[in-house]
């Protein structure tokens, strides 16, 4: 079965310091990836998705950028991160024409930028 | 673009009870995926229940079954003999078929559920 690897779960890291988001995925080969940050009580919005190795597509212009380095590996970044930045992101693998393409998600990261 | 709409931020229910959750969306495409995800307060994002457009039955999984009418771009999903574990936020999701959306999906506000014993 698939697992989706999400680190680390809790960050606390101050304004203008970097960051990095690992996701990985087991179970599959060339995962549709990507990344989503939740707001408190609310819905999920779509920052990144990557169809392939190196490929990225950016929904939203931010502080963040995203690679993936590996078939099965997704990563958020940024350099200088920024006191709206805070808030819980989540990876997900897009399934498979079997699963009729439902999302396993990562397990999150709750992220608080002070 | 593809809108989705929960129109309820809060529901609740009583142990054992039934209830329903609303949820709409805005498309012009005829081929698409609807699913509920449930997020309890882990906050880990579980797949409930998921229907493909093209087909008409209602999909079934366990407790959780949903009311889709693809005219009405109307789909609910309703969880009957409620129990606590039930209680959580659910977001319902739109996925389009079309090959160049690269499997993007679009969520909802989500709408809390609470259980009462």
């Known amino acids: 079965s698939q697992t989706i690897h999400q680190w680390p779960a809790t960050l606390v890291q101050p304004v203008g310091s970097p960051l990095s988001l690992e996701c990985t995925v087991e179970?599959?080969?060339?995962?549709?990836l990507y990344w989503y940050r939740q707001a408190a009580g609310r819905g999920l919005q779509l920052l990144f998705y990557?169809?392939?190795?190196?490929?990225i597509s950016s929904e939203v212009p931010q502080n963040l950028s995203a690679s993936r380095p590996q078939d099965r590996q997704f990563i958020l970044s940024s350099k200088k991160l920024l006191l709206s930045d805070s808030g819980f992101y989540l990876c997900?693998?897009?399934?498979?024409?079997?699963?009729?393409?439902?999302?396993?998600f990562g397990s999150g990261t709750r992220l608080t930028v002070v | 673009a593809q809108t989705v709409t929960q129109s309820q931020p809060e529901m609740s229910v009583q142990e054992a009870e039934t209830v329903t959750l609303s949820c709409t969306y805005d498309?012009?495409?005829?081929?698409?995926?609807l699913f509920w995800y449930k997020q309890p307060p882990s906050r880990q994002m579980i797949l409930v229940i998921r229907?493909?457009?093209?087909?008409?039955q209602n999909a079934t999984e366990n407790r959780f079954s949903v009311n889709f009418q693809k005219a009405a771009k109307s789909f609910s999903l309703k969880i009957s003999d409620s129990q606590l574990g039930d209680a959580a936020m659910y977001f319902c999701?739109?996925?389009?078929?079309?090959?160049?959306?690269?499997?993007?999906?679009?969520f909802g506000d989500g709408t809390t559920l609470t259980v009462k014993p």
């Open positions: 498309t012009s495409e005829s081929d698409y995926y």
């Open positions: 229907q493909e457009a093209y087909k008409q």
């Open positions: 997900a693998w897009g399934g498979t024409r079997r699963t009729n393409y439902g999302y396993t």
């Open positions: 179970g599959t080969s060339n995962p549709n």
């Open positions: 990557s169809v392939g190795i190196g490929q």
């Open positions: 999701a739109y996925r389009s078929d079309s090959y160049t959306n690269a499997g993007k999906s679009t």
